[in-house]
Nanobody
């Protein structure tokens, strides 16, 4: 069983920055990702990282503004969010995939464990 603990959400104004962090308790992580879900919408992929290779992938709406990074020694993954927009408002979830994969994973069903979510609200 893997436990994920997220932190760093909050309320900011448009154009400001936030940094989300996620600490994972398990080992043999293959991928970690950030997803978000706004009210009335499906959960959507934001960013992901392949744990060993360190390669990253991003959803188009956040490219150039968000950066995902990981610390292998601490089993943590961060999401640096810059130039935030009101449409970034959502609950953000950290997710872990333990099953082997040699490619980026962007679907919620690709991931095995989820954090509790942290609210990010961007006011205009």
């Amino acid at each position: 069983q893997v436990q994920l603990v997220e932190s760093g959400g909050g309320l900011v104004q448009a154009g400001e920055s936030l940094r989300l962090s996620c600490a994972a308790s398990g080992r043999s992580i293959n991928n970690m990702g950030w997803f978000r879900q706004a009210p009335g919408k499906d959960r959507e992929f934001v960013a992901g990282i392949r744990w060993n290779a360190g390669s990253t992938s991003y959803a188009d709406p956040v490219k150039g503004r968000f950066t995902i990074s990981r610390d292998n020694t601490k089993n943590t993954v961060d999401l640096q969010m810059n130039s935030l927009k009101p449409e970034d408002t959502a609950v953000y979830y950290c997710a872990v995939r333990m099953r082997f994969s040699s490619r980026d994973r962007t679907a919620p069903s690709d991931y095995d464990y989820w954090g509790q979510g942290t609210q990010v609200t961007v006011s205009s």
